[in-house]
């Protein structure tokens, strides 16, 4: 866990923030010498240190570790494990998520959600974002933090899909490493989230997602992998759902069999709140932290160790693997911030709101720009604004998803700049006159649109925790917390409407995923804009207007249909009931999730994955390949300056029984026009890998492989095969 306490350390050294050090100083234990409690020497190593600590502790001291004991709810944080202050053990507060420090939390800033991140295929964006993060979190009493949550998504229609980054194991890897290690440059503890194969919110505290070894391990297991080994992370949530049958909190194989023995992961499981089901079951299978009370692991856990059912050694191993990231991550050098200061603390700086801004803008996806419609970069235009979602109170809906990652989860809105607003102030620089309908009578709609240059309707959907998307057209609604405020205004309708009324109209879609476009012939543009966060209007009016160029891609492909989709039967989605009462969920599909389906069943999709477009062009020539790297030139073929996401796609012998083509490298780049730059990323032996059921580990197969490189997985201009040696590579 590299890296950990820089931040808060520098500061204090630094003299900066004295309030801050203050208050740090306030919540340090109460005997923080290191006579007492040799542990703190920080000269020692982390197992050293944890072992010392550990050997110092009671059957007591141990119990109240490893669960939570809810006395910091009404500070709106999801989970507290307290402190020993004999021991200087400083307490853990424990919050969500992803897109910022939320739950009750006030004085936070609102992030463009998972999807969004990911959407920008950045990440050394993702970092920033998490060390922002990692730091509002510190600040604000939070030293484990629940995000990010990296649950691959197999049918859009999931609730969070808003959450999660997209249907690509690599890339949901990536970005969820990227955004773990800039969280953990702060003394906190990232947590990546839901293991595993909580995919869809329908039955998600009782349903069992049924999957075989070989997609479990391709498809459902890489992303929280490349958080492990790439990001050392210091936390994993155990997520409601069963696998195979058994509650994913008192799973052996998938808690201890892989992630703890083949994965190397040496930080704690913590259960999903309310996800732990027993005591002995889920403490022998390995599971290390029940959150948030001690129902399980409080009393109970300690009868059991008495009588032998959990073996002390167990208990230690829980201990040991709370206490790695909290010395790693330099928690005992820097407890966070104390309540009930904290909570009241405004930690939202200026640079805070410009970073949720450049995430926003850097991951709006521009879908469709026919005859240039876009930018819109004339003066003197009237522009008509149109849909709720434009609008102060839409947009104070739309800009999160509702559920525990939204901020704040009530009682408190952030500054959330609309569409309309920012908009409305950017036009009024150059002289645009902006006028606005919500769209609720549609009259007014179609007279504003007919009275303009151009139409902009925006339109939203309502993703929250807790219930799927009963399908992907557009109805309108918002979410916040678990509650979703749907009419019954036929958003799609509106569009058709406008397009009607005025022929250069373009929408922008709030919406959590994909969704379905009856109309998507009949406007000029499309951009999908997802949950942008409270910089909503002010990102959204810098593409519209080309103050900043679209670089965004798509993580999860946009399907014609929803009979496109993988999940054909009941049985794949939502899941029926067995004879043992239990609904199951068959991932019968395989590895055949999101493209990977569309490309072995050569179904066009409606926008695939990986695409996006730029208010300029880009050129691929010159590739070399080997089985160690790819190289290739990237151009800037047009007028304006952009960045461009080249992905690496590699393309297996057809024995192997792999999808036609599969993500194993990217960048983005920024090329000035006219630039080129040659471009190199490398690959390993496990991008040309498959999971071996038989063998129960990675293999590659002897053969031609097939890499190409482009734009997107169905705009791949480069080809070339390469020879690979078939080898061996283990669990
Ligand atoms: C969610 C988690 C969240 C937890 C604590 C649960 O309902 O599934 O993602 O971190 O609540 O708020």
Known sequence: MGGGLGRGVRLCA?????????????TAPARADSAAC???????????????????????DKIAMVHGDQIWEHYGMAGHVPGNSRLCIPELGVNDAG???????????????????????????????????????????????LAPGVNIARVPMNGRNFEYMGEDPYLSGQSAAAEIRGIQQNPVIATVKHYALNNQETNRQSASSDVSERPLHEIYLPAFEAAVKQGHVGAVMCSYNRINSVYACEQPQTLTDVLKKELGFDGFVMSDWEGTHSTVNAANAGLDMQMPDGSYFGDPLKAAVQAGQVPMARLDDMVMRILRPMFETGIFEHPAAAEPQAFAA???????????????????????????????????????VIGTAAGPHGAALAYGGGGSSHIPEAGWTPNVVSPL?????????KGDLVTYADGTAIADALAAAKASDVAVVFASDAETEGQDRSNLNLTFGACVAIECVQTPIDQSKLIEAVAQANPNTIVVLDTGGPVVMPWVNQVNGILE????????????????????????????????????????????YPGVNGSDGIPHV??????????????????????????????????????????????????????????????????????VGEPPRQLKGYRKVFLLPGESQRVTLPLDARSFAYWDDARHGWAVAPGRYTVSVGGSSRDLPLQETVRVRGSWLGP
């Open 421 to 429: 607003q920012g908009i409305t102030q950017a036009g009024l620089a």
């Open 586 to 655: 068959s991932y019968s599909e395989g590895l055949d999730v999101g493209y990977r389906w569309f490309d072995s069943q050569n179904i066009k999709p409606l926008f695939p994955f990986g695409f996006g477009l730029s208010y300029t062009t880009f050129r691929y020539s010159g590739l070399t390949a080997t089985p160690g790297s790819v190289s290739f030139t990237l151009t800037n073929s047009g007028r304006r300056a952009g960045a461009e996401v080249a992905q690496v796609y590699v393309g297996d012998p057809p024995a």
């Open 38 to 60: 040799p542990w703190l020497d920080n000269s020692k190593s982390v197992n050293e240190r944890a072992s010392e600590l550990l050997s110092a502790m009671t059957l007591d």
């Open 14 to 26: 630094l003299g900066a923030l004295a309030l801050l050090c203050a208050l740090t100083a306030r």
């Open 346 to 384: 405004d930690v939202s700086t200026s640079d805070d709101v410009a970073l949720a801004r450049k995430v926003s803008e850097d991951g709006t996806v521009l879908l469709k720009n026919d005859g240039g419609a876009l930018p819109l970069d004339g003066n003197g235009k009237r522009i008509a």
């Open 99 to 145: 897109a910022g420090v939320g739950d009750f939390e006030v004085g936070t800033t609102a992030f463009p959600a998972g999807i969004a991140q990911a959407a920008s295929w950045d990440p050394a964006l993702q970092t920033q974002f998490g060390r922002t993060l990692g730091w509002e979190a510190w600040q604000k009493g939070v030293n484990v933090q």
């Open 529 to 572: 804009a997802w949950y942008p966060g409270q910089e909503d209007g002010n990102a959204i009016a810098a593409i519209l207007f080309g103050q900043v160029n679209p670089s965004g891609k798509l993580p999860q492909t946009f399907p014609s249909s929803e009979a496109d989709l993988p999940t054909r039967t009941p049985q794949q």
